[in-house]
């Protein structure tokens, strides 16, 4: 015991009932630790025994051996949480034998424990009306944690980080059930950027007089991207990869170009969209900006079927149309006339799954197209591209052909945040949030509005549904009149939310200055960094707000569908740390063959030329084997069954799937009905 004594840095007395608890720690760490048991004399308290704990097992000690021990101990040290009577029997009992202490902050779960640790200002944690050590109330929290289900190593390591930074358990465990607290829930915020451009007087552009006009009577200078485009030839016929973060005015570029090219007799200009929503409202904002100049039309995926109440005109100025629109026309040869200009809207698609590898194929055919009679005499056709996220500029720029102007400015500043919630808390938890906003104005005068991402058309009506304030549900099974009611009500501030699916962030134009995700998945996809990029820069206008603010809400241990091998608040910290992925377009055999037959029906014995240069790298020789195999061409000619095949955009497991039930005699209602529920599962 003595010999322990002489080793003996601190020795820690803590309140124990009636008696004291004693624990001696050397380098740090607890030597042992046991109870004093105290007796009254005439002299005032005095040791009775020294119970030394080992286990579940007692050494007992005599008293003298605690006095041998404090008095050899480098200090000793008494827990302020000791009660003021017991704090003062402790002292009475050292001061009979000249012993002096000092009264410390201490964690109480740490003396219960038998542990000696002393807390300070910086290090004390409040945890139900007492403080406690950071390292009990990291394990009060993840107790709270195993509640909530398996949290990932990047959200406990989020919540442990803010719990050592505000010092206060209740407030992190409240951000479990979704409480909202701005300087919790806060990751980041990506700051407004600006970057050095000299901007472009308008009426230093020479266009037509028709486009001129209509610009000067708009602006006085081009904003930055605008200006740059202009500088590396935008308004000169080169080609040209424009890489900037939403509402930086990428879309004038390809517009003031492509009209100076028609006003000027050099073709029409096409000007194309992923998505029929998007193709609808670009539609409608060229009739009514540009309708007095020029005739506009419409080709969207659905003229494979009827023509869109006939706002198709295959000899318009201008073509507003999606990817597929266009391409079906090339695929059945239709004459889209002369073609002066293409803008790509979105260029990034061609790096998704599903419709990446359409595309690539669409711009190959559709260059084949211009190069075979369809561009202007004398003059090529220029290829504008646009998109906010790229990963890999220079390289797609390069696969391209085009020149790269690249702009990082952020118009307004981006704060992200982070809060957990189940689905049933989401939905209130986005109620005040859409609140909070909406009654909110922006030094512009302009409410707060909301756009909610979440993953299914059946949960925006659910969502929208159980809103306070005026909101609607937007997404592709809408009529167009209905979406439009919906852009034309978010526009005029009648709205506080919209609540639509990921597949429509794109470019869908809704000036909102809050965007919630109440999924981070795409159907039962989760969303890439790039998606979700594309996504959270939706919020915040320069003409409208000060700021734009995200707000993730993260259902831990959650997935979407059994396919899924992460968990929704593993994907949270993927995206909010994630880089922009490179756009690839890649290949399975899948779409290898369905490019392939497209670029033989549109293109024959060329058809080699068209995959050689398209962004991906297609298997030729593979595709054109499979095509035969199935019967789908013969020589370098489409078979009639590979006519029908590439007109309805079908990929090979389709039309075998269609071709089975009908040589079975199968209703076409029940053939459709089973490739639909196939494709969900």
């Not at 949290?151 to 979704?178: H, P």
């Not at 080169?238 to 009209?259: N, P, R, Y």
């Amino acid at each position: 015991m003595s010999q322990q004594a002489a080793q003996v840095d601190t020795l820690f007395l803590h309140e124990h009932g009636e008696d004291v608890r004693v624990v001696a720690n050397r380098d740090g760490g607890r030597l042992f630790h046991g109870v004093l048991e105290l007796k009254e004399t005439d002299a005032g308290p005095r040791p009775r025994r020294l119970r030394i704990k080992d286990g579940t097992s007692e050494d007992l000690r005599s008293p003298d051996q605690f006095v041998e021990l404090a008095r050899r101990a480098a200090r000793i040290r008494i827990s302020e949480q000791t009660s003021p009577s017991a704090r003062d029997r402790i002292r009475e009992m050292l001061d009979g034998y000249q012993l002096d202490a000092k009264v410390v902050r201490t964690c109480r779960f740490c003396s219960n424990a038998g542990r000696y640790s002393p807390i300070t200002s910086e290090t004390a944690i409040e945890a139900d009306g007492e403080t406690i050590c950071p390292s009990c109330a990291r394990e009060e929290l993840d107790r709270e944690l195993a509640f909530q289900g398996d949290i990932t190593g990047d959200a406990r390591e989020r919540l442990e980080d803010l719990l050592l930074e505000v010092q206060d358990l209740e407030r992190i465990t409240n951000l479990l059930s979704g409480q909202l607290d701005p300087d919790l829930t806060k990751f980041d915020e990506i700051s407004a950027t600006t970057e050095d451009v000299e901007p472009v007087p308008v009426d230093s552009l020479g266009l037509h007089p028709g486009i001129q006009q209509h610009l000067e009577g708009r602006f006085e200078t081009l904003l930055p991207v605008q200006s740059l485009a202009v500088e590396h030839g935008a308004t000169d016929g080169a080609d040209q990869l424009v890489v900037s973060a939403t509402a930086t005015g990428k879309t004038l570029i390809g517009e003031m170009a492509g009209l100076d090219r028609v006003l000027n007799g050099k073709g029409t200009m096409l000007f194309l969209v992923p998505l029929v929503a998007l193709a609808n409202q670009k539609y409608e904002s060229f009739q009514e900006r540009y309708g007095d100049m020029v005739d506009v039309s419409l080709r969207v995926g659905a003229s494979r079927i009827a023509d869109e109440g006939g706002r198709f005109d295959p000899d318009a100025d201008v073509i507003v149309g999606t990817y597929e629109g266009i391409d079906h026309a090339l695929r059945t040869g239709k004459d889209l006339g002369t073609i002066g200009t293409v803008v790509i809207d979105e260029v990034h698609t061609l790096g998704e799954d599903e419709r990446g590898h359409r595309l690539d194929g669409l711009i190959s055919r559709l260059k084949y197209y211009c190069e075979t009679g369809g561009a202007p005499d004398g003059d090529d056709t220029q290829w504008i591209y646009l998109s906010a996220t790229v990963g890999n500029p220079g390289q797609l720029a390069k696969k391209l052909r085009a020149n790269l102007v690249e702009f990082e400015e952020r118009p307004v500043p981006i704060e992200r945040h982070l809060t957990f919630a189940d689905g049933r808390e989401k939905i209130d938890t986005e109620n005040k949030l859409v609140k909070r906003a909406f009654d909110t104005k922006s030094s512009k005068g302009y409410r707060g509005q909301t756009i909610i991402f979440t993953n299914s058309r059946r949960r925006c009506h659910q969502i929208s549904r159980k809103l306070n304030y005026d909101s609607a549900p937007y997404h592709a099974g809408l009529d167009n009149r209905k979406r439009q009611q919906v852009e034309r009500q978010f526009a005029d501030q009648e709205l506080a939310a919209v609540v639509t699916t990921a597949a429509l962030a794109a470019g869908v134009d809704f000036p909102a200055s809050q965007v919630i995700f109440d999924s981070l998945a795409m159907g039962i996809e989760w969303l890439t960094v790039q998606e979700f990029s594309q996504m959270l820069g939706r919020a915040g206008r320069p003409d409208y707000h000060d700021k734009g603010t995200v707000y993730l809400l993260v259902e831990p241990d959650c997935s979407y569908h059994n396919s899924m091998e992460m968990t929704e608040d593993e994907v949270a910290f993927k995206l909010l740390k994630g880089e922009m992925e490179p756009v690839i377009t890649r290949y399975d055999e899948g779409a290898a063959v369905e490019e392939t037959l497209a670029n033989v029906t549109v293109a024959g014995k060329q058809a080699k030329r068209l995959n050689d240069r398209m962004i991906g790298e297609l298997p030729t020789k593979h595709a054109l084997g499979k095509l035969l195999e199935y019967d789908f061409i013969d020589g370098l000619s489409p078979t009639p069954l590979g006519r029908a095949v590439t007109r309805h955009f079908l990929a090979p497991d389709e039309s075998f799937q269609l071709l089975d039930g009908i040589r079975k005699g199968r209703d076409p209602y029940d053939i459709v009905a089973e490739m639909e529920l196939r494709e969900e599962e």
